[in-house]
């Protein structure tokens, strides 16, 4: 149950596009397992952006979209604003076992 | 859309136990599973546990296995955390969090524990 691997920071201006990797392995996000992304700001409680790899919960805007390619799985933000500055973390689900990525501090400038 | 209001947290001696709660409102709480999930002072989200709607399978990460139970009692909508053998490295805010699809859709506010003698 090795943590996934999500770059430590990452900054952008308003407007502007931005990327986040989240790699594990063959037997986490490369595999049968199920990838989610959440939002945290500073003092609350994470909220989910996408579920299995690139879906929206309702409410969500569409801004936010993720993807997958073997072992890496990817939330990309369009648009910045200044509201989406937080943490951000990915997850691998499977029945059995869940794991979550160290979390990325998203920068506005 | 659903609620989670933790409780049972607060500061205890290392080796001693505590119970958390999570009561659920506003949704059909026995047809979600439902996690604890946990994040240290200033670090990252770590998973807890994990349990089927029925309470029929539990799964826990290895740092808590042996340790920790989580369990459910569906006639009161509420999710509950045993934690024994309480470590230092165990002092977290512990959230209880809602199986939608294979994410997490609904969070409680959390509940902090702090181990320290």
């Known amino acids: 149950q090795s943590a996934l691997t999500q770059p430590a920071s990452v900054s952008a201006s308003p407007g502007q596009s931005i990327t986040v990797s989240c790699t594990g392995t063959?037997?986490?996000?490369?595999?049968?397992?199920?990838v989610s992304w959440y939002q945290q700001h500073p003092g609350k409680a994470p909220k989910l952006m996408i579920y299995?790899?690139?879906n929206r919960p309702s409410g969500v805007s569409n801004r936010f979209s993720g993807s997958k390619s073997g072992n890496t799985a990817s939330l990309t933000i369009s648009g910045l604003q200044a509201e989406d500055e937080a943490d951000y973390y990915c997850?691998?689900?499977?029945?059995?076992?869940?794991?979550f990525g160290g979390g990325t501090k998203l920068t506005v400038l | 859309q659903g609620q989670l209001v933790e409780s049972g947290g607060g500061v205890v001696q290392p080796g001693r136990s505590l119970r958390l709660s999570c009561a659920a409102s506003?949704?059909?709480?026995?047809?979600?599973?439902m996690h604890w999930v946990r994040q240290a002072p200033g670090k990252g989200l770590e998973w807890v546990a994990v349990?089927?709607?029925?309470?029929?399978?539990?799964y826990y990460a290895d740092s808590v296995k042996g340790r920790f139970t989580i369990s459910r009692d569906n006639s009161k909508n509420t999710l509950y955390l045993q934690m024994n053998s309480l470590r230092a490295e165990d002092t977290a805010v512990y959230y209880c969090?809602?199986?939608?699809?294979?994410?997490?859709?609904?969070w409680g506010q959390g509940t902090t524990v702090t181990v320290s003698s």
């Open positions: 969090a809602r199986l939608y699809y294979n994410g997490m859709d609904a």
């Open positions: 506003g949704f059909i709480f026995s047809t979600y599973g």
């Open positions: 349990i089927w709607s029925d309470g029929s399978n539990k």
């Open positions: 063959s037997t986490d996000v490369g595999g049968d397992s199920y």
């Open positions: 299995d790899v690139s």
């Open positions: 997850m691998s689900y499977t029945d059995s076992t869940t794991v």
